[in-house]
């Protein structure tokens, strides 16, 4: 936006400042902000708060209604990444959304990280090839991200298409952090913010915004009931956090998931993902990964707000994600 935060009522330079340093750099991103979430960071009422994102809302053309039509033209901005695999792109109506959260969840060794690894390089190719031209942010809590992975996915995709591909300029277009703990997790959006904005201007867009593992520091943190409801006001936080984050840079947005077993399930799969509601209803899409025999692997559509339900068979090998 070419209005500076300054310029709304009601934010004096103070108020601009520790607007900024939390990652509010926009009047696009006060706009989307919650009052609450607004009051906390720049110490400022809770009314005042409110004010201040209506007249971003006003300044950035962002209404709290919109008209289909509207809605409809954000939607044809929507872009789809491919997974590499033509039944799990089939599935997901093309490939996976920009706009939207794409949740993986699924037992240790099902592949998600891989999952993950093969969407941070194929985001990286033209449209042409299934790609959206555009860099990745992993925001890694479990120290699995590996370079040498992606140097092998990216030599799997040189021999798919018959390309002659850099390795290394892929790797310089994976922008990674460790996450130490949850709230450490969540400042990481804030950074990943700031980063997207200084790539988007470099002309080197964020289309992949990767979460691996979300709930394994929550977990961990967490234990016992007293503290749950702290967590999952934490978490629902964080969730927004990263729904904006693909709302402003028209990005994909992915995290893992873990599972834990449902001990009064009596028919169907015994086990369901973590988080509890907030991560099921912020998640736009929910797929569950299961193994099956060899290097193949199960992936199921549970929950989508326009696709019907569906199974796609895929393979992990040393290439990468094929069908
Ligand atoms: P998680 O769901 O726990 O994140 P991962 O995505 O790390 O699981 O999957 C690990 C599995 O991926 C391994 O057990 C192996 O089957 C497969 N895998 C990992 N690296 C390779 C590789 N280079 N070649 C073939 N398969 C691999
Ligand atoms: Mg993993």
Do not use: C, M, N, W
């Given at each position: 936006s070419e209005i500076a935060l300054e310029e709304l009522p009601g934010v004096g330079p103070a108020t601009a400042e520790k607007l900024k340093e939390a990652g509010f750099n926009t009047i696009e991103a006060v706009a989307v902000a919650s009052p609450s979430e607004l009051a906390t960071t720049a110490e400022i009422g809770e009314s005042t708060a409110a004010k201040i994102i209506n007249a971003a809302r006003q300044a950035a053309d962002i209404g709290g209604f919109e008209t289909g039509d509207l809605v409809l033209e954000r939607r044809k901005l929507v872009g789809k990444l491919t997974t590499g695999c033509a039944e799990f792109d089939e599935m997901m109506g093309g490939g996976i959304e920009t706009?939207?959260?794409?949740?993986?969840?699924?037992?240790?060794?099902?592949?998600k990280t891989q999952v993950a690894h093969q969407l941070a390089v194929n985001v990286q190719m033209d449209k042409e090839h299934g790609g959206l031209g555009g860099s990745v942010i992993i925001i890694d809590t479990e120290n699995t991200f590996r370079p040498e992975r992606i140097t092998q996915m990216v030599k799997g995709l040189s021999e798919k298409y018959g390309m002659e591909l850099n390795p290394e300029e892929f790797l310089q277009n994976i922008h990674v952090a460790r996450a130490y703990n949850s709230n450490h997790q969540i400042l990481l959006v804030d950074s990943a913010t700031d980063l997207a904005n200084e790539l988007k201007e470099m002309g080197k867009p964020v289309r992949l915004l990767i979460v691996d593992s979300l709930m394994a520091h929550f977990r961990a943190e967490y234990v016992g009931r007293g503290t749950l409801a702290d967590r999952q006001q934490k978490l629902n936080k964080h969730m927004h956090g990263l729904l904006r984050f693909g709302d402003l840079f028209n990005a994909c947005v992915v995290v893992t998931n873990q599972v834990m077993a449902k001990p009064d399930a009596f028919f169907g799969d015994p086990t369901r993902p973590v988080g509890g509601?907030?991560?099921?209803?912020?998640?736009?899409?929910?797929?569950?990964?299961?193994?099956?025999?060899?290097?193949?692997?199960?992936?199921?559509?549970?929950?989508?707000?326009s696709l019907p339900e569906g199974e796609a068979v895929v393979a992990v090998t040393m290439a990468g994600l094929t069908d």
């Open positions: 706009q939207a959260i794409t949740e993986l969840y699924g037992e240790f060794g099902s592949g509601h907030i991560v099921g209803h912020t998640a736009t899409f929910r797929l569950y990964l299961r193994k099956s025999k060899g290097e193949k692997r199960i992936i199921r559509l549970v929950d989508s707000p």
